[in-house]
Structure formats: C-alpha cells, structure tokens
C-alpha cells in the first residue's frame, strides 16, 4: 500500500527553526506536485507551500520568507524548513502528493508547536 511517511515536527520556541519531510513509495503514478497543509485546532485547513515535479514553488502569504519548500524527484520526497517561527503556525501539518488521474495521498500529519 502506498505510503506518505512524514516526520520533523516537535516543539520550538518562537523564532526557532524545524525541518519537515515527507516520503514516498509511489512508483506507478507520476506526482505532479507535493506540499503541505496545516490545521490549526477551531480552523480550516489551509495551504502552506506545494512544489511541482518542474520546481515552480507557491507559499501562503504567511510563511513568505520564512518557509521554503524543496523536493527530490527520483525519491518523490518534499522538504519544508521554517525559519522564524510563530506562535501561530502552530498546528498540525499535512503532506500531500498529487498523482496523474488517481486520488491525492496524504500523510498522518505531524504537530508543530511553536511556544511564545
């Protein structure tokens, strides 16, 4: 069964660094682009950074500049180093993979805590 294996998350204080990375084993599909989602407890689930199989990033206005998103292709593997951490990204955050003509995978997600 295909996976999405995400690790990374913890906790931080605030304006300190964390490192996510999301795996997987999806050899039949081509994954167009990966990301990451997060929700944070009472909120919607919202769209932090995606990457696509040719490189072209996207950030949520609110991690501009302090995010970056990075990807292997031939290990279909996604990166995504935060720097300057708030309080308020704190939330659990998704990873996602979007193949060619078959549904999205996602991962278990992983909690982010950022403490003031």
């Known amino acids: 069964q295909v996976q999405l294996v995400e690790s990374g998350g913890g906790l931080v204080q605030a304006g300190g660094s964390l490192r996510l990375s999301c795996a997987t084993s999806?050899?039949?599909?081509?994954?167009?682009?990966m990301g990451w989602y997060r929700q944070a407890p009472g909120k919607q689930r919202e769209l932090v950074a995606s990457?696509?199989?040719?490189?072209?990033?996207d950030y949520a206005d609110s991690v501009k500049g302090r995010f970056t998103i990075s990807r292997i292709n031939a290990k279909n593997t996604v990166f995504l180093q935060m720097n300057s951490l708030r309080a308020e990204d704190t939330a659990v955050y998704y990873c996602y993979a979007r193949r060619s003509g078959v549904r999205d995978l996602w991962g278990q997600g992983t909690q982010v805590t950022v403490s003031s």
């Open positions: 990457i696509t199989i040719g490189g072209t990033a």
């Open positions: 999806e050899r039949s599909f081509i994954i167009n682009a």
